[in-house]
């Protein structure tokens, strides 16, 4: 039996020691399962603080404020595609049903493996940009107040990229809280087919597939950075009703 130490224990020094239990994996190797805990105190959820929102489209993660917005290209569709290929072909060429279910199984891992590495890189810029700036609380969408017509919109189209837009969430938001932020889920309906100016239903514009123009105030913007913006307002709008019952 060997006794094998963890990779992370240097981040872990300052924390205070809980429990700890003995794991004995297969093939004989004994882990000490410990646990740590640490106490953060987090900034308040007020119409003072400064924000960083964050929308997630199939291929790109968008996060800003009125102030800046910025861009990360995940390419997770065209992962997602390149895996879904790779499925079918062993679904079509490998016979054995045995090995069929190892090899689709061990892609499966492997996609998500990236996809969860992509994640992680994302989580670490937005919170890198918050410390920059001087944010303090993170603004996602609330996906539990998403109703059923919602659902089946443009913006959140398929239970797949929700699925995996929630796991992204729990991994921002467990990474803003350990680095002393914030995050507040705010209403998620028309983020991207209302102006975040005026309030009016945006067009598709005729100068690229993804600008949205408003009729109303003039304002043209690609639908991301429009998202952005509106969940930025909401923020502040759900603020400023919580104050007032
Ligand atoms: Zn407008």
Redesign the pocket.
Known sequence: MRLLHGRYHDKFKSMELGEARLVLKKGGDLYLNVVFRQTIMLPEISADAKIIAIDINENAIVYGNDDFIEKFETNEGIIRTRYFLKRRRIQSKIRGRGLRARLLGKYRGRKWRRIREIYYKVAKEVIGKAREVGATVIVMEDLKRLNEEDKGSRELNGRIHRWSYRRFQQILEYQAKFHGLNVKYVEPAYTSSL?P????ELEESSNGRRLRK?R????EEDRDAIAVKNLTKRYYEECMDAKTP
């Open positions: 102006c100016i005026c309030g009016d408003c109303r105030c003039g304002l």
